[in-house]
């Protein structure tokens, strides 16, 4: 499991990285990005102090479009095995309607449905007690699936805009 984990950990098990730019902005709270490159992705981890806070998997190599099922299953296992993860797929918003005399609207978010995905790890002594939640998204027509640990104790919270992960990522 990628996320929660320290940063030492994380390079043992991806290799060395290079700096990246902070997709969510928060210096202050200490936030640092690093890329690793595996192939034909690019995994970016946010760590805040030393831990792992959010990923994304981006395509690196290839056509920019959606990530299949299988790299999206082989992402998730990043993070947890991929069938115990919860998966939802979005109604694909309505293709924006054009006004005479204005000019055509500016895409703000993705024209295809975006998946959403949720992982939570239970204390397996008492089966209703959640210990860990991790939450993502891959939009449908970006080359990109990004995750957060919203909560770790000692840590800042992480509330990620999809709208500013993907202005970000694209």
Known sequence: MLLGSKKSEVDRLLGKPVMAPNLLGLNLAGEKAFRYGL??????????????????????????????????????????????????????????KPVKGKKPPVKLIPNGATTYLSFAERDPKIKEAVTREIFGFAPGDAPYAFFYLPVLQGQPPVLPSEWTVNQKLR
């Open 39 to 96: 192939g034909d992705f690019d995994i970016l981890v946010g760590f805040f102090g030393d831990m792992a806070r959010y990923m994304a998997v981006l395509r690196d190599g290839g056509p920019r479009v959606a990530l299949s099922p299988s790299e999206l299953s082989s992402a998730l296992a990043l993070n947890a095995p991929a069938t115990l993860w919860t998966i939802e797929q979005a109604d694909p918003p309505p293709p924006a």
